[in-house]
């Protein structure tokens, strides 16, 4: 079980070094049995992005809010944001960034993982967009395909396999089950707006007038099987 600061990306007590990222122990040791079991199938597994802050998260949210930062729609075009009111722009950023306190990626359990061949020695820089790894001729997806057969053997499932209204399609997002689905439990509402309420976020009462919606939405509603 985390600590309220581990489980709301405060702290780091929780993590250990791996590839250059941070992940839960259990993750990690996770992660590098399945690393491995793709290179002897020829492939190669690598971290794009593991723990995440809550520092970060907050910058990331605060710099969309303000237009520093593109806001999408959920079919990836850009949105005006001066043309959106402030529930039209948190569902906006919601779509595609977690509120700051709630991110999977706080709890050191889930990683953004991609195949670094096809970006050595070239100017194709990684985006993380779905095309990269579902259309036949993505950079990832041989490994894509191989790690919706083989995730479940190491502890992983994929969060975000499928759009279902909240948090935009991930499938490069693994999260490893025997940490998540107990974090996932200890994340409760009153916890994040305790978190809220302590940050310096942008739309902080919108987000509180709509915080049982965005959990249900954007923080509940997840795909539990594993493909």
Known sequence: MLSNTELTGASEKHLTAVDGHKLHAGAAEGY?????????NGLELAIASGFRA????LSIWNRKWRGKLPLLS???????????NDTEKMHAILHWSALPGSSRH??????DIYDPRPFQHS????????AEYTDADGPCH????????????????????RYQGGVAREPWHLSYRPVSQK?????????????INAIAIEGKPIILDNLVQ???????????DDG
């Not at 894509?144 to 975000?160: I, K, N």
């Not at 200890?186 to 978190?195: D, H, I, P």
């Open 106 to 111: 706080h709890w050191g359990s889930d990683l």
């Open 32 to 40: 590098l049995a399945m690393q491995k079991a793709a290179a002897a």
């Open 142 to 161: 041989k490994l894509w395909q191989w790690l919706t057969q083989h995730v479940h053997e190491y502890g992983f499932f994929f969060p975000y396999a």
């Open 214 to 224: 965005i959990k249900n939405q954007y923080i509940d509603t997840i795909t539990e």
């Open 123 to 130: 100017e194709r820089k990684l985006r993380l967009v779905p």
């Open 183 to 195: 974090c996932h439990q200890q994340l409760s509402l009153e916890l994040l707006a305790e978190t």
């Open 74 to 84: 959920q079919h990836g075009e850009q949105l005006d944001a001066s043309a959106l």
């Open 54 to 57: 809550l520092d970060r998260q």
